[in-house]
């Protein structure tokens, strides 16, 4: 079965550090997409990034970027110069999909809150 | 503009009443899911339609029923709610038609905070 951890439940930063936070996965597949999505204090979920087993190239997108290695089934994220509002939860989830049935299943990490003091 | 649309966005209400919570797309998304949201769990699947008339369980169906007869609507009916499903819940949708099903990213709706006294 599928599964995500994020072991960091919760992160205090100082406006303008860098902060990672982590993602470990497991899955029995070898096609799979992972994601991250930001719950900022409004609730609302906002999709982040996707990224498929196939490409382990790292992206940038501003101060954002994710590490993704296969070899250690992790997907990290990293805010560069981190803001007041970046302060969120943030999910990183697995979908794996099943032959046959068509079918896929995302399945979400517990989220890291993240609190960027000013 | 793409959404997804829950209504009631907060209801409170009592053991044993039957409530439905409205989700609506207008994307043409063929998937549409149920989550729930409790504190430390994170967000777990209740239950998915891979299209009309197709549903399947999630990891916490219990208690739950869901239909799909239409393609942009995918209502969650609680027949008999109880204290243990206080929770916020979201429904998402994703995959346009003739795209690979697994690597469409969700989109998700507003949520719907229920508390069941």
């Known amino acids: 079965a599928q599964k995500v951890t994020q072991a960091q439940t919760e992160i205090s930063v100082v406006e303008k550090e860098d902060v990672t936070l982590d993602c470990v996965y497991e899955t029995r597949d070898t096609t799979y997409y992972l994601f991250w999505y930001k719950q900022p204090p409004s609730g609302e979920l906002v999709f982040l990034i996707r990224r498929n087993s196939f490409d382990e190239q790292n992206e940038i997108s501003g101060r954002y970027s994710w590490n993704f290695q296969k070899s250690t089934s992790s997907f990290n994220f990293t805010i560069t110069a981190s803001q007041v509002v970046d302060s969120a ?7 794996e999909v099943y032959s046959g049935a068509g079918s896929y299943q995302l399945t979400f990490g517990k989220g890291t809150k993240l609190s960027v003091i000013p | 503009e793409a959404q997804v649309t829950q209504n009631p966005r907060y209801l409170i209400t009592v053991t044993g009443k039957k409530l ?20 430390g769990l994170g967000l777990r699947q209740i239950y998915y339609s891979m299209n009309v008339e197709v549903t399947d369980k999630g990891d916490v169906p219990e208690g739950y029923k869901v239909s799909r007869k239409e393609k942009r ?34 989109h998700f709706g507003d949520g719907t905070r229920l508390s069941i006294l």
């Open chain 1, 89 to 95: 939860v943030y999910f990183c989830a697995l979908s």
């Open chain 2, 73 to 106: 609507n995918f209502p969650l009916i609680l027949e008999s709610p109880s204290p243990n499903q206080t929770s916020l819940y979201f429904c998402a949708s994703s995959l346009s038609p003739g795209q690979s099903p697994g690597n469409q990213p969700q």
């Open chain 2, 20 to 39: 439905t919570v409205t989700c609506s797309q207008n994307m043409n998304h063929e998937y549409m899911s149920w989550y729930r949201q409790d504190p």
